[in-house]
Nanobody, 128 residues
Framework: QLQLVESGGGLVQPGGSLRLSCAAS????????IGWFRQAPGKEREGSSC????????NYADSVKGRFTISRDNARNSVYLQMHSLKPEDTPVYYC?????????????????????WGQGTQVTVSS
């Protein structure tokens, strides 16, 4: 069974940092492009960043550009989201997701429907 599991969420003060992890089980993450999405209560899920299977292509939403960095360690079957200078509006649940194998070389943050596999999410709370 293909599964993604996020971890690393928690409570952090404004201006602080967190690193989220996305681990895969049941498949080799190195063959898939991965996106990080976030969703606040009552709002649509929005893309924040993505990385192609090789790591050669990344993309970021304007709201996180310069503050978030996506990376991957294919040897560890994991993708990471390093978040700095966190703001209260960065608070929602964060999800990682995998694009289909045939889209492994692309990087999409504009659409959730193209992603086949999703994790259960990890909560990030930015509050003083």
């Amino acid at each position: 069974q293909l599964q993604l599991v996020e971890s690393g969420g928690g409570l952090v003060q404004p201006g602080g940092s967190l690193r989220l992890s996305c681990a895969a089980s049941g498949f080799t993450l190195a063959y898939y492009a991965i996106g990080w999405f976030r969703q606040a209560p009552g709002k649509e899920r929005e893309g924040s960043s993505c990385i192609s299977s090789s790591g050669g292509s990344t993309n970021y939403a304007d709201s996180v550009k310069g503050r978030f960095t996506i990376s991957r360690d294919n040897a560890r079957n994991s993708v990471y989201l390093q978040m700095h200078s966190l703001k209260p509006e960065d608070t929602p649940v964060y999800y990682c997701a995998a694009l289909p194998f045939q889209l492994r070389r692309v990087c999409l943050i504009s659409s959730t429907t193209r992603y086949d596999y999703w994790g259960q999410g990890t909560q990030v709370t930015v509050s003083s």
